[in-house]
């Protein structure tokens, strides 16, 4: 059942039980009360009635007393016709002692008579009493019987007396004689059968009966009815008043049930609605009762879910593009600091932080910052937009705590004493990113290397760092898992870039002395040539060899040979300048590239390079405690462009060209390519000798008592592979 339905039945059994009670009640009561008063009027009535009946006797008594008290029989009937036309008895009749009528007078009722003082002797047709003849001796003489019709007159005389309808039964219990109407007869027949003793019946159609006799003292067989002196119409009203209350009772129960429950409806099916994805279900408010206040409620709180949904959409669309962003910048690009803003921008706006910045850790112990946003004004630096100006010790203040122990913190801002150059703010967020351990999961927060205390995780990378949420709330826990989310991308990002820089490093360097390999020696050549014809500068190019290196060789093995080759390059390093770029074109061949660098600065370069490989003999170890040293000179072989050449590749190829002329003059010493034939755009060639050093003047020349000091040939046209086993 619903609730419309229980509320409907239950409020119907309020109202009209205590109706139905009522109306029971009073019928009943009325009923009893009518019951009542008839059986009082009907005991009346029972009491005239032998009142009548016995003083009628009485009547017939006398009548016949005065009858038999006559001296002769003459005397006697004269006292007879006197009798009956006193009207004291209807009938006289007088009968000798044998029983034979001696006299009667006329116009005697029909029988049969009932004797007053006998016993019921069935249909009564006239009443009589008898009295006995004697004489003066006491001798039986006959008797005087005077008597009075029982007939429809005598019946409507009783009914008169008493005021009640009486009806005369003869013995087998049919009417004789009434005054009933004849539509009731069949009832108060009936009703007078069903009734014992003298107890009070009622019949159908609202009559009560009552049994008067045969007794002694009234032989007559009457019964008595009373209509019922309530209102025809009071039990038909009492139910048109009940049907009329459950009438109402049904509307106004109807009524309150739907007011009630229209409501209940409504909001059931509006949270239908939003069980199905509906958030724009709103319900009426009908009323300010508790169902009123309960639909601005489910308003209300429509209104907020559906904002709180959107700002989740907005927040799910815009972390979804951030992460996009991220995966397209991931696979896209190498680039740290770009990786890293995105990152940063990503965690801010999923968070809804205010500011944050990425610290990575350098080889010091120290956290940098190398991406920051929003914290301008917020440390006490001279360049606040200079992510770098944010540095924090390992183990200081919290991002350093973070880094040191791994574990992520969040909570509000207290300043610390002494300052540790973080910034400040409200609240705060930072978890750490290390690399993937590849031994296994990430172990963050297990003991410091070295069994230094201030050093970070051996896996540690660095903090990512948020600050200031809006709204001025501080960060949950959510919050947390979302910036581990970010510090794992950014963790990946640092350590894919390492490990990028790491490959290409290892692809374009020698793996023996850590100098850039011939691959990478193509690439920058075409790159410092358009650099210089951007610029109108110029680009020398040192070929490079070390003479007799097979001898290394041949005579300490090929250990103290790569030995060699080690130094060599490091030597080489610490003569150019960190713009110059060394790189090993194979064997004991390498090639020495000089930006922005004339004649003359390389020639001082090699006169450097020749006189440092010359003077210090290269140590290796031998089979005692001492180090053999191992004598090594270089050849060099100088070319400058655009002055010798018109391409990289060309420029490359008149160094090599100008070595073996260095090698043919003797070895242990430079040569300077010849100038580009028919060049229209050459520069003036600065000359210089074949020796190892500048002449006094200080200007180096070109040798010309050597005449195979400049190789004849032009410029090659395609690539030049390494040359490894010349000048051996």
Request: glycine share 10%; with cysteine.
């Amino acid at each position: 059942m619903t609730l419309r339905g229980r509320l409907t039945v239950a409020f119907l059994v309020v109202v009209l039980g205590p109706v139905l009670l009522g109306a029971f009640f009073v019928g009943a009561t009325l009923s009893a009360v009518d019951r009542s008063r008839a059986t009082e009027r009907l005991g009346l009535a029972a009491a005239g009635v032998r009142t009548s009946v016995d003083a009628l006797c009485q009547q017939l008594r006398a009548a016949a007393d005065a009858v038999a008290l006559a001296a002769d029989p003459v005397a006697r009937s004269r006292a007879a016709d006197q009798v009956v036309g006193r009207g004291l008895a209807t009938a006289v009749v007088i009968a000798d002692a044998a029983g034979r009528t001696t006299y009667a007078t006329a116009g005697g009722p029909a029988g049969p008579w009932q004797d007053c003082a006998g016993a019921p002797t069935g249909r009564v047709g006239a009443l009589a009493v008898q009295v006995r003849l004697r004489d003066p001796a006491g001798a039986d003489l006959g008797a005087v019987a005077a008597a009075q019709p029982v007939d429809p007159a005598f019946v409507a005389r009783l009914a008169a007396v008493t005021g009640v309808d009486v009806t005369l039964l003869d013995g087998p219990g049919r009417i004789t004689h009434t005054t009933e109407d004849p539509g009731v007869r069949a009832a108060v027949l009936a009703a007078a059968g069903q009734a014992v003793g003298e107890r009070v019946a009622g019949t159908g159609d609202g009559r009560y009966v009552r049994r008067v006799g045969p007794n002694p003292g009234q032989p007559l067989p009457l019964v008595l009815s009373v209509p019922a002196r309530r209102p025809p119409v009071l039990f038909g009203a009492l139910a048109a008043a009940v049907a009329l209350a459950a009438l109402l009772a049904v509307l106004a129960a109807w009524r309150l049930a739907r007011v009630t429950t229209r409501p209940l409806v409504e909001l059931a099916g509006a949270v239908d609605r939003v069980a199905h994805g509906d958030l724009t279900a709103r319900v009426p408010v009908r009323s300010r009762d508790e169902i009123g206040r309960l639909a601005a409620a489910f308003n209300r709180m429509m209104r907020e879910t559906g904002s709180y949904v959107a700002a989740l959409t907005s927040s799910r669309d815009q972390l979804r593009n951030h992460l996009v962003v991220l995966g397209d910048t991931l696979a896209s690009t190498h680039d740290l600091q770009r990786i890293l803003r995105v990152i940063l921008d990503s965690a801010i706006a999923g968070t809804g932080a205010r500011a944050g910045a990425v610290l990575l850790l350098d080889g010091h112990g120290v956290l940098v910052g190398q991406c920051v946003e929003g914290l301008a004004g917020r440390w006490p630096t001279d360049d606040p937009a200079d992510p770098a100006t944010l540095r924090v010790p390992v183990g200081t203040g919290v991002v350093g705590a973070v880094a040191a122990t791994g574990e992520p913190v969040r909570g509000r801002w207290s300043a610390p004493d002494p300052p540790t150059g973080e910034p400040t703010c409200e609240t705060y967020v930072a978890v750490p990113f290390a690399a993937p351990d590849p031994r296994g999961p990430e172990r963050p927060g297990h003991p410091p290397v070295d069994g230094d205390p201030a050093a970070p995780p051996s896996a540690a990378l660095g903090v990512l760092a948020l600050y200031d949420r809006l709204g001025g709330h501080e960060f949950d826990d959510d919050d947390v898992a979302t910036l581990r989310t970010f510090a794992g991308h950014a963790a990946v990002a640092v350590e894919n870039v390492r490990v990028h820089e790491e490959a290409q490093r290892l692809s374009l360097t020698d793996p023996l002395t850590g100098l850039w390999n011939y691959r990478y020696l193509r690439e920058s050549i075409r790159r410092e040539v358009e650099r210089a014809n951007r610029f109108g500068r110029m680009l020398s190019v040192l070929a490079l060899d070390l003479d007799r290196f097979k001898h290394v060789n041949d005579t300490w093995g090929h250990a103290a040979g790569d030995a060699v080759l080690v130094e060599f390059a490091r030597r080489v390093r610490g003569v150019i300048r960190e713009v110059d770029l060394a790189f090993r074109h194979g064997g004991e061949e390498f090639v020495v590239l000089l930006p922005e660098t004339d004649a003359r600065g390389a020639t001082i370069v090699a006169e450097r390079l020749g006189a440092v490989v010359r003077d210090q003999p290269v140590p290796i170890d031998g089979h005692g405690d001492e180090p053999l040293r191992v004598p090594v000179t270089v050849s060099i072989g100088i070319a400058v462009y655009p002055d010798h050449a018109a391409g990289g590749q060309q420029v490359l190829d008149a160094a090599d060209d100008a070595l073996y002329a260095a090698k043919a003059a003797g070895r242990d010493g430079y040569r300077m390519a010849p100038v580009a034939v028919g060049d229209p755009a050459r520069t003036q060639e600065i000359p210089v000798v074949a020796a190892t050093v500048s002449p006094p003047d200080g200007l180096p020349r070109a040798g010309a008592a050597d005449p195979a000091g400049a190789a004849q040939g032009g410029a090659s046209s395609g690539p030049h592979p390494p040359r490894q086993s010349r000048g051996r």
